[in-house]
């Protein structure tokens, strides 16, 4: 059984930066996303990597701001995220998918994480 658990949320003041983690602990997965969801409002897709390629792609509103990366050998997820605005406050959950594929929809994948919060101040 697949096993994620995120790491690296706060609070930070709007255009600063933060680093989120997500290492994988139990099995493999071939593609790994990042999805947020803010209260209120239905869980958004922030951005997916094809784990063994590295292949990558992004919800529309990142616009350049965000990067997910993986480290293999440690099996861990990152997403970096700079130029934060108030608006990109919420749970940001990691999750990840047995199959390949680039699916956008939380629907899609097998495995989340319990979330880390990430709150922006203006």
């Known amino acids: 059984q697949v096993q994620l658990a995120e790491s690296g949320g706060g609070l930070v003041q709007a255009g600063g930066s933060l680093r989120l983690s997500c290492a994988r602990s139990?099995?493999?997965?071939?593609?790994m996303g990042w999805f947020r969801q803010a209260p209120g409002k239905e869980r958004e897709f922030v951005a997916r990597?094809?784990?063994?390629?590295?292949?990558?792609a992004y919800g529309d509103f990142v616009k350049g701001r965000f990067t997910i990366s993986r480290d293999i050998a440690k099996s861990t997820l990152y997403l970096q995220m700079n130029s934060l605005t108030p608006e990109d406050t919420a749970a940001y959950y990691c999750?990840?998918?047995?199959?390949?594929?680039?699916?956008?929809?939380?629907?899609?994948?097998?495995?989340w994480g319990q979330g880390t919060q990430v709150t922006v101040s203006s």
């Open positions: 999750a990840a998918r047995r199959g390949a594929g680039f699916f956008t929809a939380a629907v899609n994948y097998d495995y």
């Open positions: 990597i094809a784990w063994d390629t590295g292949l990558t």
């Open positions: 139990g099995g493999t997965a071939k593609t």
